[in-house]
């Protein structure tokens, strides 16, 4: 890890080069690589999810994925260009347990999220968004504490310094659901997103 802190990096191409030789935790030992944001540096929206998963870990970019194609495909339905959204996770490395040659998404605990907030801060600071999504229940109590509830609280808007944040369910969590019930899931998580896109206007 470099002596210098995140946030004294002036860009997102300097936090970006940092955030490469991350040890801050013990989980660089295991990823193949720092899974960084992804945007353009001046995005209205940066969109938190958890941590990058097993293709985003090989890729190195976030939300390459399944869930990334379900986003992608949610935006659209919201009105929101994904090319003018900054994408980012609460951890920046891939956490997981090895079962034979798959790896299974293992959750971050809070000692990782701790590690790893330093350069979510150093995203939000540099990029200086109009309004931040919170994308599912880790990257919520990231930024919006412990007590923070997706499911009672999604789409909520809470004033920070500068911009705003809201939060949703993580598009991985509408992909584990079963057919009957993924349909409705995905309309509301459009609904959240279309009324980010109304904040932005």
Same mark, same amino acid.
């Given at each position: ?72 495909? +949610?935006? &659209?339905?919201?009105?929101?260009? $994904?090319?003018?959204?900054? *994408? %980012?996770?609460? !951890? ?59 499911? +009672?609280? &999604?789409?909520?808007?809470?004033? $920070?310094?500068?911009?705003? *944040? %809201?939060?949703? !369910? ?32």
């Amino acid at each position: 890890m470099p002596d210098r802190l995140p946030f004294e990096a002036q860009n997102l191409d300097e936090l970006r080069e940092l955030a490469a030789g991350c040890t801050r935790c013990h989980l660089y030992k295991d990823a193949t690589q720092t899974v960084f944001g992804a945007g353009p540096a001046d995005a209205d929206l940066m969109l938190v999810g958890e941590q990058p998963g097993d293709q985003e870990d090989q890729q190195g970019e976030p939300f390459v994925g399944p869930a990334g194609g379900l986003l992608d495909r +949610a935006l &659209r339905d919201a009105g929101i260009t $994904r090319e003018r959204t900054y *994408v %980012t996770n609460v !951890v920046k490395h891939f956490k997981f347990t090895r079962r034979g040659k798959r790896r299974i998404h293992d959750k971050p605990n809070r000692e990782e999220i701790v590690a790893c907030q330093p350069w979510l801060e150093g995203e939000i600071s540099a990029n200086a968004p109009q309004v931040v999504m919170l994308m599912g229940a880790t990257a919520a109590k990231a930024l919006l504490g412990s007590s923070f509830r997706v499911t +009672a609280q &999604r789409g909520e808007v809470f004033p $920070r310094d500068g911009y705003q *944040v %809201t939060a949703t !369910v993580h598009p991985s969590s509408i992909l584990r659901m079963p057919d009957e019930r993924r349909s409705e899931a995905f309309d509301a998580f459009v609904a959240d997103l279309a009324g980010v896109a109304k904040l932005l206007q």
